[in-house]
DNA sequence: CAAGATTGGAGAGTTCCACTATCCAGCATA
DNA sequence: TATGCTGGATAGTGGAACTCTCCAATCTTG
């Protein structure tokens, strides 16, 4: 298919797929010509991925490249793929603050036992909000850290779950991709939901 | 304490202070004479209180002015506050697909007995994300989204507990709102931990 | 009490981002 | 052969979040 058909079965504009295209976020068509070339269903499966990722995840642009991009370097080892798919995170500056708070997350995971070794935007964005509530006043007790951590292992167990029935070894990596950042608006849209059910519980409304 | 200072002891420049105040994010000081106004800790502590949610949090200005409307207006309510307190949501079209998702939503909130009556923003951003996994062919079993749910539900009471210890209502209605959406990332991250650690236990690395 | 800095308020300017539009020569189709 | 589509490049758009500049009034310092 040429690259108007490409833009009518997926509903983004032609203008658009070039601008992807030149962003790096979707390979170029096969050329046939010196002002044509060809595209396929890879591409169009790709496009779909992008304007999940960017519409509902809300990714960036360059979030979703980096996305894009371990996915297709890992695309063999489903593990990877999870280590790295956790796209945008913003840059700490280092204080002694956040210092002091980044210990304490690595005291967490050892105290999980998590077998942890990549993932430092993690556990920075964690450090990071621990952080802040601590400025604010509100800080977070290990209690309720270590609660929220066998909450979320928990989950992982249900995210790993679903990559089980996967068939080829792209479509487990896409999955991965999926479930790690395409979800995340889905769970916390639950704990809000379960959030107002539990406030109105407790206050017998 | 005039602006300088209070743009001082918080670290945001006087002209975004300005800006903050112009956008309705900040209450004006309390005038002392025509070019002159007075600033309390009140307008520092909700400044760092913006600085967070837009800065750690991620949300739009529009989103944090939002939140902060949500809590001066029902200061006196800690429930209504964790109904209102969720901040930015993508406006989906009501494609018939959609209606098919927010169907399952519904019977989602029954089945686990979720008494929810607003939140129509959460619904949606749920709905989009289930109606999307369908599209791109990675369709969520009815099974996970009941197990998703369920650890939703102890979150949620992790996050009730947290409001427990609150003194006067105002730091109750302020604790919620930080719990509702500053730990966010941080729960997200711990999820992502907890992937990879699962990911790794699974594969025997 | 004069000089210099600071203030509140308002408008204009800046930077970044995610597109979107325009242009062009080459190609496809009728 | 004319009409319209194509890839590639460049420029333009609109929104968001600041940031700068200006002003007369006011405060502070010497």
Redesign the pocket.
Known sequence: M????LSRRSGV????I??Y??EGLLP??R???????E?DDQHLRRLRLIRAL?GVRGL???ATRDVLEALSQEQADTHRILGLALGASRLAEETAQEHRQLAEVDTLIEEMGWRVHSNASARTALADTLATLDDLGVPLDWGALLRYAKLAEQTAGVDLDQLEGAEDLLEAAERAVLLTTLLEPALLALRKLAQEHESARRHNI
Not at 2 to 5: K, N, P, T
Not at 31 to 37: C, D, E, G, M, S
């Open positions: 040429r690259i108007s058909e504009s032609v203008a658009t070039k601008y295209i030149r170029t068509g050329p046939t010509a010196a002002t044509q070339a595209y960017i960036s642009v360059n």
